[in-house]
């Protein structure tokens, strides 16, 4: 009897780990073609035989951003919009600088996880659950904290 039923664990995990995964991408890239100005699930594919380097790299991380509003921060994005290539892979990056007191706005990310990792400073974060329960740490130079899919941060 145990042998059945783990036979049907087995079975069921089985058939969810294929039903819950993520598709392949149908292709290997799809650098973004901004000037098309057609969105369906991104933006629609750059000419391959068109495709550099250059559609690959963006530099401005390196550098903070000037912070000049009453929240005291600025976020650098690097995203498909700065790096075409990109386009389709459902990920980015951002930097985000600080004046003392400032803040990040809160805001949800309803098909993404962040992490953040602090490069310098110390920084109190936190997420809401959708029980409505407060999670948030201190964080300090070299912490990494994660923020599910779809949380509100705070």
């Given at each position: 009897m145990a042998a059945m039923v783990s036979a049907y664990l087995f079975v069921f995990l089985s058939l969810f780990g294929m039903v819950a995964s993520d598709p392949d991408l149908l292709q290997d890239i799809c650098v973004a073609n901004k000037a098309a100005g057609v969105k369906v699930n991104g933006f629609t594919c750059k000419d391959e035989a068109n495709v550099t380097e250059a559609d690959f790299f963006f530099s401005g991380l390196a550098n903070p951003g000037v912070i000049n509003n009453s929240v005291g921060s600025v976020v650098t994005g690097a995203?498909?919009?700065?790096?075409?290539?990109?386009?389709?892979?459902?990920?980015?990056?951002?930097?985000v600088n600080y004046q003392p007191g400032g803040l990040n706005p809160p805001h949800t990310h309803p098909r993404a996880t962040e992490i953040i990792f602090v490069l310098d400073g110390e920084l109190d974060v936190g997420f809401i659950t959708t029980s409505n329960k407060l999670i948030s740490k201190s964080v300090k130079k070299g912490d990494v904290f994660a923020f599910p899919k779809a949380e509100e941060q705070r």
């Open positions: 995203n498909v919009e700065k790096i075409p290539g990109l386009n389709t892979l459902g990920v980015s990056l951002a930097r």
